[in-house]
């Protein structure tokens, strides 16, 4: 059975920039244990929980990101504050995002990975660590720590995102091949269509379903000779035609030649190369239903034939063969989704780096080292003792010794992260 939805159109549908926030993680507590018979208790304040990160999460039902032009942000929940009795805070909660399958995400001109699957998820903006309590920093010679670690702030930035797969099916052909009209025809989508070439300015989309598979097409802007060398809407033309699993390529049989229109359109995909020469390809004629393109059709089948290639006839206008192609479009889909894929689970693209360097910058030395930037992050300046456990945290790592190399002496200025401290 074959049923049709609508769809509108759409432009600028396959780009989008949104804003991501990751939650802070909750204040470490600064609590001592005091019972009736224990007037002297030991620290006891518990640690602040983790801030929520925000993910996007791969959506088969999704089929643009046009949403995100009117919802730009989104932001976890931040973690709560530990308490005395050594208790945690809560962890703030996570926020999912979800985009269509086929979405590359990067952020500052780095890749950071890309959606492919239903339920994928990609970590674009993690949540702060929850600050220690002060019980974490009881020691032999330090049994009463009067200081705790304040939540990490999350990762906060602009991210950008391109949809690779726009759509299941994208409709190829020359302006005026009748590709609007054919979309219009099998989806009941409403296309601005009119009879002359380059009507198709942006991408239409629509969508039909076929024994319960939901089939997207996208009519795609209109190809002429030299595109893949730029001309016209050419680049365009061959990027949005890379991110379909299938395309269907329109002849307007009431055309001078047909074939030569068949040819020029094949012989651009081949220039272009990269993934458009292997794509799956349906070739259909359309206005089936003039009398000029009958009397044609059977030295038209010859000619495909000779080239190796099965058409189909089809009538926009009239809705002629359009069942039978939907058909075999969902047969040839069907086909390429049974084909083996890794399993869809949680990515993350940016791994925190392990090395660490010591630089000279303006009268002070900065230190880069990645994890004790975040840390530097959750100590509070004011507090003595969490600035005294830090100095003893960077010498433990070894970057100390580094500063001292580096010719580092008492009352120099040394940076880590938003952290300024007197050496």
Known sequence: MIEYKSAMMHSGFDTARIYVKGGKGGDGAVSFRREKFVPFGGPDGG??????????????????????RSRPRFAAGNGGPGQGGKKHGPCGDDTPVQVPLGTVVACEGEQLGEITMEGQRLLVARGGMGGWGNARFATATERVPRFALRGEPGEEHWVSLELKLIADVGIIGYPNAGKSSLLR?????????????????????????????????ADLPGLIEGAHQGVGLGLDFLRHAERTRLLLHV??????????????INSELLAYGRSLPDKSRLVVVNKVDLPEVQERWPALQQGFAARGVEVQPVSALTGAGTREV????AHLLAAGRQAPREQAGEKVYRPEGRGYRVEREGGAFRVYHPRLERLARMVDPASRGAVAWFRERMARLGVSAALERQGVQPGDRVVVGNLELEW
């Open 251 to 264: 002849v307007d049989g009431a055309a001078a030649d047909p074939l030569a229109d068949y040819d020029g």
């Open 326 to 329: 939907l058909a075999t479009m």
């Open 185 to 217: 025809a099998v989806t009941r989508a409403t296309p601005k269509v009119a009879d002359y070439p380059f009507t198709t300015l942006q991408p239409n989309l629509g969508v039909a379903e076929v024994d319960g598979m939901r089939i997207t097409l």
């Open 47 to 68: 640690d602040g929980g983790h801030g929520g990160s925000v993910y996007l999460v791969g959506d088969a039902t999704e089929d643009t990101l046009l949403r995100f």
